[in-house]
């Protein structure tokens, strides 16, 4: 009897000690990892990479312990280390400088089998917010002489997808003597729903000449590097005066298909099937009414990218 005694206390003793160490234990383990927390904050905060998010949404039971130690003013002074400068924001959001260009050659086909040859050179600098665009496009028919147009505008990004642009623009004609302009521009330049590449613009110059131009475009992807793009370009004029005035109203439409395929991003050759309306040139001192003309124009060139 005395012997089952001396077991039982033994036992309840034993017990109980192993009790009081798991206590301490779990002590231990709470403060080893409230410490973890405090390091892993510390330097996820204070780095310049860091995730930057809030300590109240991470760890709101972390920063209420803190506030109630008074430790409130480490967390303070990580957040602010750690907060981005409107500099930092827009490196990470568009702010950086960035150029590219772009270079098109053609070569166009209409029905009677009269060739053109057609280039367009784009080429732009500067931020997402802010950019400089430059643009000419130039044609030289068989048996004529070239004429082009250059554009220089600055961009202004006034909506998500969408930019205002404004700046001047030279043409002329080498068929004609004294045949150029030069015009404002003012327009938009962005991405319509439906992913259709917007371009509208207002031009008005010399010899109250005042007139307007629309360009839609939208891909159509068939698979990793070949796609199909339907466009639509439109010219009107609302006046002009000059000595080689076009007609007033719709002066040219152009509906077409171009096709291209990207051996890589930079090297794009395509062809390209259209149908063109041009309503020609009114009568003037410099030159006689001609009359509208419309037809099925073919084309095949390349587009590089730099």
């Known amino acids: 009897m005395q012997i089952t005694k001396n077991f039982f206390s033994k036992t309840v003793l034993s017990i109980a000690l192993i009790s009081i160490s798991n206590l301490t234990f779990a002590n231990s383990s709470t403060s080893e990892q409230e410490s973890n927390i405090t390091n892993g904050m510390r330097v996820l905060l204070q780095e310049s990479g860091g995730l930057r998010y809030s300590p109240q949404e991470l760890y709101p039971e972390y920063y209420s312990m803190e506030n109630a130690n008074g430790g409130d003013n480490i967390i303070l002074t990580a957040r602010k280390r750690s907060a981005p400068s409107h500099d930092d924001h827009l490196k990470e959001h568009g702010g950086q400088i960035y150029q590219a260009t772009k270079l098109e050659n053609a070569w166009i086909v209409d029905e009677d089998g009269k060739g053109t040859l057609g280039t367009k050179f784009e080429t732009l600098i500067g931020t997402d917010e802010n950019r400089i665009f430059i643009e000419a496009n130039l044609a030289k028919p068989e048996s004529s002489d070239i004429n082009y ?153 390349i587009e590089l990218v730099f």
């Not at 698979?223 to 339907?230: F, G, N, V």
Request: charged residues 25%; glycine residues 8%; aromatic residues 14%.
């Open 149 to 301: 147009d250059i554009s220089a505008l600055y961009s202004r990004n006034v909506a998500p997808f969408w930019d205002v642009q404004t700046g001047v623009r030279y043409s002329e004609d080498k068929n004609s003597p004294n045949n150029n302009r030069i015009d404002g521009v003012i327009g938009i330049l962005g991405l319509a729903p439906y992913f259709f590449e917007t371009q509208a613009y207002l031009y008005g110059g010399e010899n109250n000449f005042w007139g307007t131009s629309f360009e839609f475009e939208r891909d159509l992807i068939l698979t990793q590097k070949l796609i199909t793009q339907p466009y639509i370009e439109a010219d009107v004029v609302f006046s002009d005066d000059s000595d080689y005035a076009a007609k007033s109203g719709l002066s040219e439409l152009k509906t077409g298909i171009k096709t291209r395929y990207e051996i890589t991003k930079r090297i794009k050759p395509f062809i390209d099937v259209a149908y063109q309306y041009e309503k020609g040139q009114k009568a003037t001192s410099m030159q006689e009414a001609t009359d509208s003309e419309k037809g099925w124009k073919y084309g095949a060139g």
